[in-house]
């Protein structure tokens, strides 16, 4: 029996595609986009507190454009409302992108 060599067909697609954006479309479509900026904020979240609040304070997700922060009691949650913009203006830095449009403390 003799074997016959189909012939491939290329596919190129309509137009070229920069592989960012399609990473991007990945992440976007998997909603996988918030939990990488997530990790990627909780491994640096020291740089954004500082060594006093950090201990008492722990990032939890971010989630719509929205940072929920998880704070040890009432007199912490105080003090980091009134450094939510500096808090939002420092992760925004760290991201590279204006990820962060809100503070919740839970």
């Known amino acids: 029996m003799a074997f016959t060599r189909r012939k491939r067909k290329e596919f190129t697609g309509h137009k070229v595609v920069d592989v960012e954006l399609l990473v991007g479309r990945v ?7 918030d ?17 006093l609040i950090f201990p008492h304070v722990k990032p939890v997700e971010i989630k719509k454009g929205i940072l929920s922060l998880k704070v040890d009691n009432s007199t912490w949650k105080s003090e980091l ?10 992760c925004n830095l760290m991201l590279g992108s204006p990820v962060i449009q809100g503070i919740r403390f839970i």
């Open 27 to 33: 992440l976007e479509k998997y909603k996988l986009a």
């Open 81 to 90: 409302f009134l450094q939510k913009k500096a808090i939002i203006d420092k």
């Open 35 to 51: 939990e990488m900026q997530f990790q990627s904020l909780s491994e640096r979240f020291k740089e954004v507190v500082g060594d």
